[in-house]
Nanobody, 121 residues
Framework: QVQLVESGGGLVQAGGSLRLSCAAS????????MGWFRQAPGKERELVAS???????DYADSGKGRFTISRDAAKNTVYLQMNTLKPEDTAVYYC???????????????WGQGTQVTVSS
């Protein structure tokens, strides 16, 4: 059973940066596709970025050019670097692992508990 724990969220001013981390235990992340999702109050959870186990990445239009998903196999950790943050990026951010990457939530078998990101204007 893979367990995922996110960290790195917090309060940041618009234009600032954050790096979210997703540390895994109980499994090797290099064997999984990974996704970062977010959910704002009153909105559905949506994909932010994904990485297939072969390294192919995909980004939602909202984060293209600003967000980067990456992996550190030695640390069994996946990251989401977020730059030039905007107030509309405010949400709870979740990492997820599954057998293949994609934008549908149902693809992913394992989820973290989420980390809050708040961007002030």
């Amino acid at each position: 059973q893979v367990q995922l724990v996110e960290s790195g969220g917090g309060l940041v001013q618009a234009g600032g940066s954050l790096r979210l981390s997703c540390a895994a235990s109980g499994g090797t992340l290099s064997r999984y596709a990974m996704g970062w999702f977010r959910q704002a109050p009153g909105k559905e959870r949506e994909l932010v970025a994904s990485s297939s186990f072969s390294g192919r990445t995909d980004y939602a239009d909202s984060g293209k050019g600003r967000f980067t998903i990456s992996r550190d196999a030695a640390k069994n950790t996946v990251y989401l670097q977020m730059n030039t943050l905007k107030p509309e990026d405010t949400a709870v951010y979740y990492c997820a692992a599954g057998p293949y990457s994609g934008r549908r939530l149902g693809i992913y078998n394992y989820w973290g508990q989420g980390t809050q990101v708040t961007v002030s204007s």
